[in-house]
């Protein structure tokens, strides 16, 4: 069999929710759910920083779960509802808490792991939405950021915290 | 005069930002022409080898290919890289492998799978050849060489002996020495480098995307490699998701992706992986000081002898750490003391390593390293405070500009306040009890103090310089009133967008909504030397400010006239121009540009229309800022563990644009030298295999890594428009040596000194397991 055959083979169809839109396509079985994310659905905000499972720059949501899309074949989100960067606000101009915490706070300089922080840091308030600073340096000690060093994206995440329980607790 | 400024000085959210926060920011991955094709590179397994055979026939067998390209092929072309001096070497290997990762075949393909698919089926035969690594090896008689026609590996000598120098070491109370090797370290910006190059029959010239810092150098390299005139050739930046020197310069694969454009007519692309990224982008640091510093009895440093020996890898390129970090060390060795003569030798040797290039702080944490460690040692040596004998040695507040024997000359900054304020800051009495009481509980506490100068922003600072000696700025209101500032530095996450809004804003007394800062298009920002050596805000900001002024001045020249005042007598205010005293007689800026761009008749008599200034700035040769790290750690005697207890920084870097951003470099800066301090090594073995190839063995600092910083600033204002200096890499200057310094305080009842970075868990504990038997 040539390898033409081979990879034509290889292809299976898979569908999923992202940012609440559905998607389906044909897919090869090699392809990690990062590429297809960016090269097929065209989300360009998940980054890719080491395609190796270390930087965190791929992280998106995939049903509720912080993951690498590096690490993962798109194959296996079949029937899975993902959430990206993209989805985290409607616009520019309406960010979430979290966006625009991370704006006050000078959370980002060159930007390229800002994606993967803020679905980590997304994640962490959905699963303990008061966290310590303790809790935070633990949960954010899988995302590499060579700019920022970190500081200020502790007290980002700390702040859009406090400012998303008080927006819940006024409600 | 202006209003007092609105903008500059404040801690302003970067304008760029939410683009970023949604995921819309656009990096050099994400654009994709239609048929775009990609690139994988073939790269050598080996650290030396002779390529007995290449057969790259299955290759093109593989379904998707378009081309299959070999170091012959180019030759054949006459397609070369320049190294340093312009010297020629072949972007793809030739006869031989010189290195691990070094790319000897290019393949083209529909996909980057079908690349890469394609390029394991080329097959090579390789002879394996002796490699060498180590630089003292390689200088060695007898020793393999790099390149076999060659007569010896040595690649770069320099050296002087100040008259004098002997005699004050023979003189001297004291004298103390130490080996500081700097490991090998990448600079590892998340986003890796790339290229995507298109070939534009309309306007019939090479269109270049890249990851770079700088859109000029890379356009007058690759006009130079592919023999095209400057002017058909235009590089464009998309976001750069980072630099730190790692992304300034003509790298091969730059010149191997453009040349296919060119001669396929196709897009072309080609993005580095994170393991090609760790063999192929400039290694950096990778240096050995030999040092000594001669002292007299009350503690005055009188002189510094230096031999460096660094690898500069396979070859020597044009910003080679073998040569840059070593000669500008030999100029500012000094650091902030006066010291009477410094004598230097650098050797420079190939060997089959990856090229060095630069990384943010070229010189600076090795030769602070050594600085410091030579004063703490010789502290200790005739029983002085380390604080004061640093304070005795200082250059004073009167003594500047200060003429160092190195021939730099220093501006104005605050020396003894920054160790003083970082003394107060730390505690150091305090600290001083701390640690005597800890030792009584068998802990290990330790200070360390780093005092830095950085020379940035550099002008012309030799009489034919090397660098761009001057950054331009294109300052233009349109009709409408909103402003637009072409500027050739560009960001990589350094924020333009934000401060240079900020300082022309104020010198033009617009909202900052109003202006629109660009860069990155050599088909449209001026000519420059790009973002290095913390040199944007002064030289790009100054030349911002100039032209800014000049602008303003023909605002005002106008607006004096439709008001029928004397230039004198108006002002700018809030968007208008207004009789000073009479803001009721005033008009809009929008008036203005209505008349400056439609309306002729009304310009004053001989004035060009438009509103349109530029500036190419010429900065002094060197603007010095200065400070001073303090770091309190505490080391576990049972794992060589260290903690970072505090962290303090003072930095003088002028006036200050943002001081968000300031801090931004500076914490993100002292990150970086954490990792150089404890966690970061690009090793070898013997055999030329590199240990780190993958983000799992080169340990980037993460979270639970890094210090609080606590910031703090002085502000001696410099003579760039604006009173600015340069600061990006200020951090990583200092913070390896105090991090290190520190942890040599906290084992001083050991006796503990460290020849290398970095001090990783096994080095200290080993250290002192060595010292204790
Ligand atoms: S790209 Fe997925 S973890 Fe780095
Ligand atoms: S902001 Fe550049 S890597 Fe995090």
Redesign the pocket.
């Known amino acids: 069999m040539s390898t033409e055959q081979l990879k034509t083979e290889a292809e299976r169809p898979v569908a999923f929710t992202v940012n609440g839109q559905a998607w389906r396509g044909w897919v090869e079985v090699r392809r990690t759910l990062a590429d297809v994310l960016r090269e097929e659905v065209g989300l360009l905000g998940t980054h890719v920083g080491c395609e190796h499972g270390v930087c965190g720059a791929c992280t998106v949501l995939v049903n509720g779960q912080a993951v690498r899309s590096c690490l993962m074949l798109a194959v296996q989100a079949d029937g899975c509802e993902i959430l990206t960067v993209e989805g985290l606000s409607e616009s520019t101009e309406r960010l979430h808490p979290l966006q625009e915490s991370f704006w006050d706070h000078h959370a980002?300089?060159?930007?390229?792991?800002?994606p993967g922080v803020l679905l980590s840091a997304y994640a962490l308030l959905q699963e303990n939405p008061q966290p310590t600073l303790e809790d935070i340096h633990e949960w954010l000690s899988g995302n590499v950021?060579?700019?920022?060093g970190y500081q200020n994206i502790v007290e980002a995440i700390s702040d859009a915290a406090s400012r998303l329980s008080a927006e819940k607790g006024g409600r | 005069m202006a209003q007092a400024p609105r903008f500059t000085g404040q801690r302003i959210r970067r304008v760029e930002d939410p683009r970023f926060l949604t995921g819309r920011g656009r990096y050099l991955a994400d654009l994709e022409p239609l048929g775009t094709l990609a690139v994988a590179f073939l790269r050598s397994p080996h650290a030396h080898a002779r390529i007995r055979r290449l057969d790259v026939t299955p290759a093109l067998q593989v379904s998707g290919v378009a081309a299959v390209v070999t170091g012959a092929d180019l030759t054949e072309a006459n397609i070369y890289c320049a190294g340093l001096g312009g010297q020629p070497y072949p972007p793809l290997a030739v006869d031989e492998v010189l290195y691990v990762g070094h790319p000897l075949v290019a393949v083209v393909a529909r996909s980057r799978a079908q690349a890469e698919d394609a390029i394991d089926a080329v097959v090579v035969e390789y002879e394996p050849l002796p490699a060498v690594v180590d630089p003292v090896e390689a200088l060695a008689e007898g020793a393999p060489r790099v390149f076999s026609q060659a007569e010896s590996n040595l690649c770069f000598h320099l050296e002087h002996t100040p008259e004098g120098l002997d005699a004050l070491f023979a003189e001297a109370a004291c004298v103390v020495r130490g080996t500081f090797r700097h490991q090998r370290q990448t600079a590892v910006p998340?986003e890796t480098r790339g290229i995507l190059a298109q070939y534009e029959p309309v306007s019939s010239r090479l269109q270049v995307y890249a990851s770079s810092q700088w859109g000029h150098g890379l356009r007058d390299g690759l006009a130079k490699a592919l023999g095209l005139p400057q002017s058909k050739v235009q590089v464009t930046l998309p976001d750069v998701?980072?630099g730190f020197g790692a992304k300034y310069g003509v790298y091969p694969e730059d010149v191997v992706v453009a040349w296919l454009a060119l001669k396929l007519g196709r897009p072309v692309k080609w993005v580095s992986d994170r393991l090609e990224a760790m063999v192929s982008d400039f290694h950096a640091r990778d240096s050995i000081h030999i040092a000594e510093g001669a002292f007299a009895k009350d503690g005055t440093f009188l002189a510094i002898r230096d031999h460096m020996i660094s690898p500069a890898g396979a070859y020597l390129l044009d910003g080679s750490a073998a040569v840059l970090e070593t000669v500008i060390a030999s100029l500012v060795l000094p650091g902030p003391y006066k010291v009477q003569a410094v004598g230097f030798r650098i050797d420079g040797a190939l060997t089959n390593t990856t090229p060095l290039g630069t990384y943010r702080g070229v010189w600076g944490p090795a030769a602070t390293w050594v600085q410091e460690s030579l004063m703490e040692r010789a502290a200790s040596e005739l029983g002085l405070d380390r604080v004061q004998m640093r304070l005795h040695n200082m250059v004073r507040k009167e003594e500047f500009p200060y003429a160092s024997c190195t021939g730099v000359v220093y501006d104005p900054g605050s020396y003894q306040e920054s160790l003083q304020t970082a003394m107060e800051a730390i505690d150091y009495p305090g600290f001083l009890k701390r640690q005597r009481e800890a030792r009584a509980q068998g802990r290990y506490l330790g200070l360390g103090i780093a005092a830095f100068v950085e020379p940035t922003s550099l002008g012309a600072w030799q009489p034919e310089p090397p660098t761009v000696p001057y950054e331009s700025a294109v300052v233009r209101m349109e009709p409408g009133g909103e402003v637009v500032v072409q500027v050739s530095v560009n960001s990589h996450?350094q924020g333009h967008e934000t401060t240079i809004a900020q300082l022309v804003a104020d010198a033009l007394s617009v909202d900052i909504g109003k202006v629109t800062v660009r860069f990155g298009d050599t088909a449209a920002a001026p000519y420059g030397g790009g973002t290095f050596g913390s040199r944007s805000i002064t030289v790009g900001g100054g030349a911002a400010l100039e032209a800014a002024g000049r602008l303003r001045d023909k605002i005002l020249a106008i607006g004096a006239h439709l008001l029928e005042a004397a230039p004198e007598d108006v002002e700018l205010r809030d968007g208008t121009v207004a009789v000073k005293g009479v803001p009721a007689r005033s008009l809009s800026l929008a008036e203005i540009g209505r008349v400056a761009h439609w309306v002729p008749a009304k310009m004053p008599s001989g004035m060009e229309m438009g509103l349109e200034a530029s500036s190419r700035y010429v900065p002094p040769p060197i603007t010095f800022s200065n400070g001073c790290h303090a770091a309190e750690v505490e080391v576990d005697p049972k794992t060589g563990r260290v903690r970072i207890q505090r962290y303090v920084v003072v930095e003088d870097c002028g006036v200050m644009v943002n001081p968000t951003i300031v801090e931004g470099q500076i914490i993100g800066g002292v990150a970086q030298g954490v990792g150089a301090a404890f966690l970061e090594e690009l090793g070898y073995g013997e055999d030329g295999q590199p240990w780190a190839t993958t983000l799992m063995d080169y340990h980037l600092p993460s979270v639970t890594d890094v210090p609080r910083v606590e910031c703090l600033h002085l502000e001696t204002p410099s003579a760039v428009p604006g009173g600015m200096k340069g600061m990006g890499e200020s951090a990583m200057v200092a913070s390896p040596a105090a991090l290190v310094l520190a942890v040599e305080d906290a084992l001083s009842p050991l006796g503990v000194r460290f020849e290398r970075m970095p001090l990783t868990p096994e080095r200290v504990w080993q250290a002192m397991t060595a010292t204790r038997s």
Request: hydrophobic share 20%.
């Open positions: 980002l300089q060159c930007g390229f792991c800002t950021c060579r700019c920022t | 998340m998701g980072g996450g």
